[in-house]
């Protein structure tokens, strides 16, 4: 029996989100994310945006050095499906501490401020770990790195 690729990410995907769930049911982490103050403050804060920008770009091109050397490596399968577990916990981590800090109306918030991310970021990062899943796995040689 042949696993499509589709189902094997969307079945790791929901698997990290459920053991998301479970971690953060067992650990009850103090987050104060959540809490009013802290969005109060975060709605009150001044950003200087010169160096806020050179911060983003840092952050951007390090993530896109990343990605390109994970492509090129031939372990991509495995890191495809180890990504995309930890995606899932991470967002079920969050959708979970925001229903405990604030309860439906958290996961709400949650929901609608990650909404136009998972747009953007969540097609480009489903069209790469499926080209990384579909991908022939070859013989791995040093130069195909460089």
Not at 17 to 28: D, E, N, R
Not at 82 to 87: C, F, G, P, R, Y
Not at 116 to 143: A, E, N, Q
């Amino acid at each position: 029996m042949k696993v499509n690729r589709n189902q094997l990410l969307i079945s790791l995907l929901a698997a990290g989100f459920l053991i998301g769930i479970i971690y953060t049911s067992v650990m009850k982490p103090e987050v104060k994310i959540f809490n009013m103050e802290v969005l109060e403050y975060v709605k009150n804060f001044k950003i200087d945006y010169d160096k806020y920008l050179v911060f983003i770009m840092k952050e951007r091109v390090g993530m896109l050095l990343l990605i390109i050397f994970v492509g090129q490596v031939c372990w991509k399968r495995l890191y495809a499906g180890l990504l995309t577990v930890i995606v899932g916990i991470l967002f079920g981590s969050i959708i979970s501490m925001a229903g405990y800090s604030m309860s439906l109306k958290g996961v709400f918030l949650c929901v609608i401020g990650l909404f136009p991310h998972v747009i953007f970021y969540g097609i480009s990062y489903w069209i790469l770990v499926c080209h990384w899943m579909s991908d022939k796995v070859g013989r791995w040689r040093k130069s195909k790195v460089l």
